[in-house]
């Protein structure tokens, strides 16, 4: 792609912003509002591309149930928010790593320093996916501002070929990457304060997304109960401490309690909830949480009603 042939000239993300074109003159606290300002209009951009934000999270849903994975891939600020996104599943959601993957261009180098070139290479992103063992069970969002990194273009073309599901996640309007996926996600934000300053509006954007992707997908594969995260892994004092909290606020047993049943069950949150709500056994629990597919309010449903027909 010839980017010195006006390409990048079209691109709404790399306009000049108006209301920033005298931004060297301004003070640091009239900076700062400005930047707020444009800020402000990221969430209107997101809740436009809700429609297609739905159906995302329904074909990422389907691919869990599939036994299928989750593969964000990106470029430069691109990748590093999906790599971000999905280094926080396994603790908030207890879902094996390779479940929710993030790809960079550059590899785990670029995820502190700027591996420069990675981005334009259209083989790499499709190396990149192969060396994952991408199948048709899988998803793979393909992350780019300005919709045609060829990393992105590359990694997409190649999940079509293999069948898998497909999303681009962009911040420009018809953009490449739109035209090769299933899905296309784009919040237009407008130009950046800082021309062409994509980690910007454009970043949060992205970020917004993500945490909707994986929040939803999450949320409707039983690892949410009410809006407490039932399924969070203890592995460090915080992480215990709020699992004690969510064993209380669900199940209205005191402090001492919710620490006895966490005890009781292996800091199993989902299951000490149960245990609470329903007076059950502990490996009654176990199995009832098994044979509802891990939902929480499936198996307490379950044996309420039971125990209504008793």
Do not use: H, W
């Not at 042939?5 to 709404?12: H, M, P, Q, R």
């Not at 994975?69 to 928010?81: D, K, V, W």
Request: glycine residues 10%; negative net charge; aromatic residues 2%.
């Amino acid at each position: 792609m010839n980017l010195l042939n006006g390409e990048l000239d079209k691109l709404v993300s790399e306009g000049r912003n108006p209301k920033s074109v005298e931004l060297d003159l301004l003070s640091t606290r009239e900076i700062l509002e400005t930047i707020n300002a444009e800020d402000g209009l990221v969430a209107g951009a997101v809740a436009r591309e809700i429609a297609p934000i739905t159906a995302a999270v329904e074909r990422i849903v389907a691919a869990f149930n599939a036994g299928g994975r989750l593969i964000y891939i990106g470029a430069g600020t691109s990748g590093r928010l999906g790599v971000l996104d999905a280094s926080e599943c396994p603790p908030t959601f207890s879902v094996p790593p390779g479940m929710v993957v993030g790809l960079i261009a550059g590899g785990n180098a670029a995820l502190t320093t700027a591996v420069e070139g990675a981005e334009d290479d259209p083989a790499l992103g499709r190396a990149d996916l192969e060396a994952v063992n991408l199948s048709k069970r899988d998803v793979v969002v393909g992350i780019a501002v300005s919709g045609r990194t060829p990393y992105v273009i590359g990694a997409l073309d190649y999940a079509r070929e293999v069948g898998a599901g497909t999303v681009a996640l962009s911040c420009n309007p018809a953009s490449a990457i739109a035209e090769i996926a299933e899905i296309s996600i784009a919040p237009v934000v407008g130009p950046e304060v800082l021309t062409g300053s994509t980690r910007l509006k454009s970043g949060t954007a992205q970020k917004l997304v993500l945490n909707m992707l994986s929040t939803a997908s999450m949320i409707r594969i039983g690892k949410v109960y009410q809006n407490l995260m039932v399924d969070v892994t203890v592995s460090n004092a915080k992480l215990y401490a709020r699992a004690v909290r969510i064993v209380m606020e669900a199940s209205g047993v005191g402090a001492d309690a919710a620490t006895a049943l966490l005890e009781k069950t292996g800091n199993d949150v989902k299951l000490a909830i149960l245990l609470a709500l329903t007076d059950m056994e502990l490996q009654e629990g176990r199995d009832l949480l098994t044979k509802s597919g891990g939902y929480l309010r499936k198996a307490i449903n379950q044996k309420t009603a039971q125990g209504r027909e008793d």
